[in-house]
């Protein structure tokens, strides 16, 4: 079984409509970090949490961290096309540092 | 800055053939490492190295070698291929000695092996 468990694994949403990721861990976390994939290209960047209650936004995506939960959540506001693509969760279950445990991902398709 | 470069970005291997997929980094980051991508298994830790000249084993390291005798360079080698190495390749590079900053995605190597 997955260490890092996602939900859903895809999500189909018309444009405009709000969505939520969660990503859920079998551990403690000691950092959690947000990706997206467009599919056939690298991994790129989108937030970071290591509080637990730490909040962070970039444009209409906000992450949460609920470290008692031990889940984070990625929310979208007013879903575009251009959000589509597959969203990573990845953290740190080991406090390594260094090594980092992804999810499976959840494909995103968003409809105009 | 080119930021981190994959090569080559497809490949194609008979079993037992020998191949050493690139990547290099321009940012000076002390941190890289590879990752493998299959389906239903989300990315998966091969090695990584925190320095040059020092390397660590990740969550599945057998079958693959490494070396970093530059900053700007981590090699991954494929001694041996077997089909069950056929997979999306990353690499990944950050600033710091830690995966606790943002880490650098390459565009990836898609490798099947026949």
């Known amino acids: 079984s997955q260490e890092l468990e996602q939900s859903p694994q895809s999500l189909i949403v018309q444009e405009g409509k709000n969505l939520t990721i969660n990503c859920t861990s079998s551990k403690t976390l000691y950092g959690l970090y947000w990706y997206k994939q467009k599919y056939g290209e690298g991994l790129i960047f989108l937030m970071m949490l290591q509080k637990g209650g730490e909040e962070k936004s970039h444009e209409k995506i906000t992450a949460k961290l609920d470290e008692k939960k031990q889940q984070s959540s990625l929310h979208i506001t007013a879903s575009q096309p251009s959000h589509a693509g597959i969203y990573l969760c990845g953290a740190d279950l080991l406090r390594s540092g260094s090594r980092l445990t992804f999810g499976e991902g959840t494909q995103l398709t968003v409809n105009p | 800055n080119a930021g981190v470069t994959q090569t080559p970005k497809f490949q194609v291997l008979k079993t037992g053939q020998s191949m050493t997929l690139q990547c290099a980094q321009d940012?000076?980051?002390?941190?890289m490492s590879w990752y493998r991508q299959d389906p239903g298994m989300g990315l998966r830790l091969i090695h990584y190295s925190v320095g040059a000249g020092i390397t660590d084993q990740g969550e599945v390291p057998n079958g693959y070698n490494v070396s970093r005798s530059t900053t700007e360079d981590f090699p991954l080698r494929l001694l041996s291929a077997a089909p069950s190495q056929t997979s999306v390749y990353f690499c990944?590079?950050?600033?710091?000695?830690?995966?606790?900053?943002?880490?650098?995605f390459g565009p990836g190597t898609r490798l099947t092996v026949l």
């Open positions: 990944a590079s950050s600033l710091g000695t830690s995966a606790y900053n943002e880490q650098f």
């Open positions: 940012m000076n980051h002390e941190y």
